[in-house]
């Protein structure tokens, strides 16, 4: 394909994670680019540590900012660190970025740098790929996410401006402290909350005691980062998954224990076993036409989804 008019030799996208090098976005992007006409076809990714410093993401978002060739970036396992180390760099932050105190997104419009959450959007689209839209007024079936980090806080905020509500939604963590941001963040929301319930789970035994609680139909949601960025899952092996249930693993790549346990028992309990790839889809998407200022139909979306399983294959 011929290079637009806008392309910049040197000119690069950022991709800001743990352990970038493996996932399939460094061989989706090259494809995408040339499919939108991106003015690069580069991504270059931006490693840190689970245990980066303050000074270190502040000097990435600097780099970010002060490379006139790099147009920007998607962030992921770092996203409320970014914004707990480095929020006041930028010259924008839209409202979901300050409620749920995450970026995902850094763009560059003119010489004003942007953050912004885009994981409330993506998660719900994401969600919405495989949910039917009356399922939890037809079944009266709850939620249960495992981990209030980032896509945890950004599937409760997108569950609570749902219309069909669920029975009940139960958030848990390890300790209280993310727990206590997810009530200030929905009481920002101003979401409805009163069916909902935020559990220290200190345990995997804990957390598979709520799991297999809930009722028929239930969605099960790993949001903890175990299975990718660590091994592990935050359930034993053996956990009682309700029948029925929806299990989302929000991991596409890593070791996946939970998506393991879930399909292990996949036939025997009737579950609709779901990974991350709609969610990788949605969230890169969302991000680039963030950073390159592009409007993508719904078309556009499934034919880069249709590209990018190509690509990984």
């Known amino acids: 394909m011929t290079e637009p ?7 690069y996208m950022g991709f800001v994670g743990v352990s970038t090098a493996s996932s399939s976005i460094m061989r989706v992007f090259p494809r995408w680019a040339e499919i939108l006409g991106l003015p690069t076809r580069t991504l270059v990714g931006h490693d840190l540590p689970l245990t980066a410093s303050r000074d270190q993401y502040r000097a990435l978002v600097e780099q970010i900012r002060d490379d006139a060739h790099h147009r920007g970036a998607l962030v992921t396992t770092h996203k409320m660190r970014v914004f707990a180390s480095a929020s006041d760099l930028f010259d924008d932050l ?60 950004a599937l409760s905020w997108a569950l609570a ?75 034993p092996d053996g956990v009682v998954f309700p029948l029925n249930a929806y299990v989302w693993e929000f991991n596409y790549r890593g070791t996946l224990e939970f998506l393991q ?13 779901v990974d991350g790839w709609r969610y990788f889809i949605h969230g890169w998407t969302q991000v680039i036409a963030d950073v390159f200022d592009l409007m993508l139909s719904p078309a556009t979306i499934e034919e880069l989804a249709a590209a990018a399983e190509f690509a990984r294959q």
């Open 161 to 235: 401006e749902r219309t069909d509500v669920p029975a009940k939604v139960t958030v848990t963590a390890l300790t209280s402290a993310p727990l206590e941001q997810l009530r200030r963040v929905h009481a920002e929301q101003g979401a409805p909350t009163r069916n909902w319930e935020y559990a220290v789970t200190e345990t995997r035994e804990q957390a598979a005691a709520i799991v297999a609680a809930a009722p028929p139909g239930t969605l099960i949601v790993n949001a903890t980062g175990l299975g990718k960025d660590l091994k592990g899952s935050p359930l």
């Open 5 to 11: 008019a806008s392309f910049q030799p040197g000119d």
């Open 261 to 273: 346990q879930a399909n292990a028992v996949r036939a025997e309990r009737g579950l609709h076993v």
């Open 94 to 153: 839209d409202p979901f970025a300050v409620s749920c105190a995450e970026i995902s997104s850094i763009a560059k419009r003119g010489e004003r740098l942007s953050g912004r959450a885009k994981d409330p959007i993506t998660v719900n689209l994401a969600l919405a790929d495989f949910l039917p839209p009356d399922h939890f007024s037809r079944t009266g079936a709850e939620v249960v996410i495992l981990g209030a980090g980032g896509s945890g806080t």
